[in-house]
């Protein structure tokens, strides 16, 4: 990894502990309370902490300077919805878990209550942004080694 991913990332990572909202948002339903916002800078910061864990695969030399200015862009209205800042610098192993198949989890605080969102879901999240434009394609490779792992 390059000097500017790494620094790209580690903004990326920054930004999303301190609360700052970049790029665009995703709603995520919750039975509790009707959903809430997750910006895109949460999912990439939880992304690079996964990648740190080598959880996945590192991204591709450059990716992460792309991503980082795609989430530079000013947040999306998120609709009155209440917006998910990241409450833990880091991923949870959550393997001893019997009441889900998640094994690793990412802490997160949505107004005044804690919340956790799997690895699962941020990769599903991160494949809609994808899809959507909304983030710099990650290759196939990449996708499929995911598959194989979770």
Request: proline share 7%.
């Amino acid at each position: 990894m390059s000097d500017a991913d790494i620094m790209a990332r580690d903004g990326i990572i920054r930004r999303a502990v301190q609360g700052e909202a970049g790029g665009c948002m995703l709603r995520l339903d919750s039975r509790l309370d009707g959903g809430f916002a997750v910006p895109l800078t949460l999912l990439l910061a939880c992304l690079a902490y996964a990648e740190q864990e080598m959880l996945t695969p590192p991204a591709p030399r450059g990716w992460w300077r792309l991503a980082h200015d795609t989430e530079s862009a000013p947040p999306a209205p998120t609709s009155g919805l209440p917006v998910a800042r990241l409450a833990y610098p880091g991923v949870v192993d959550h393997s001893e878990c019997l009441r889900c198949d998640e094994y690793y989890m990412f802490r997160v605080r949505v107004g005044g209550h804690a919340r956790e969102i799997g690895l699962r879901c941020v990769l599903a999240c991160l494949a809609f942004a994808q899809h959507e434009g909304e983030l710099p394609a990650l290759p196939d490779e990449w996708w499929l080694s995911i598959q194989r792992r979770y």
